[in-house]
């Protein structure tokens, strides 16, 4: 299992999380909740890879990455170009092509990891 950014991960024991779902009604309703907003972004991610062309799934994971990621318009990618091409079912030199069109239109800046969204309505 891989992160966008370093991350720490607490466990709980199954039968724990299950008796907390049972007796705490707020919480379970918090854990609906983020399944749902989970559930509608898989679908989200899945509608872009299956009915987007290439630019736009460039686009769309990188708006992806800087509102809910990064949450800043300008970040420090952390996974490699080949991460990024897995992650819009693209080839890697696709993807560093369109980056390039993205940079001569004027839509990102970027030098080697870092990057600014410097247009998202026309992203």
């Keep these: 299992m891989a992160t966008y950014t370093d ?4 466990q709980i024991e199954i039968n724990i999380f299950k008796e907390l779902l049972i007796s705490n009604p707020q919480f379970a309703l918090k ?7 989970d559930t509608a972004l898989i679908y989200g991610r899945f509608f872009c890879l299956t009915m987007k062309q290439s630019h736009s799934r460039v686009a769309d994971i990188l708006f992806c990455l800087a509102k809910r990621v990064y949450k800043s318009s300008e970040f ?3 996974i490699s170009r080949n991460d990024l091409a897995d992650l819009t079912s693209l080839a890697s030199e696709s993807v560093i092509r369109i980056l390039k069109d993205f940079k001569d239109e004027g839509l990102i800046a ?14």
């Design 31 to 37: 854990i609906i909740n983020i399944l749902n907003e």
């Design 7 to 10: 991350s720490v991960v607490s």
């Design 76 to 78: 420090n990618l952390a």
């Design 110 to 123: 970027q030098e080697g990891k870092k990057f600014r969204i410097l247009n998202f309505e026309k992203l």
